[in-house]
């Protein structure tokens, strides 16, 4: 199953992990 959510959930705490 195909979830954009799940994919922009990852984005989001990629970014934030980065600009931490």
């Known amino acids: ?3 954009e ?3 922009l959930l990852d984005s989001l705490n ?3 992990f ?3």
């Open 14 to 16: 990629w970014i934030m």
């Open 1 to 3: 199953v195909h979830s």
């Open 5 to 7: 959510s799940v994919l």
């Open 18 to 20: 980065l600009l931490r």
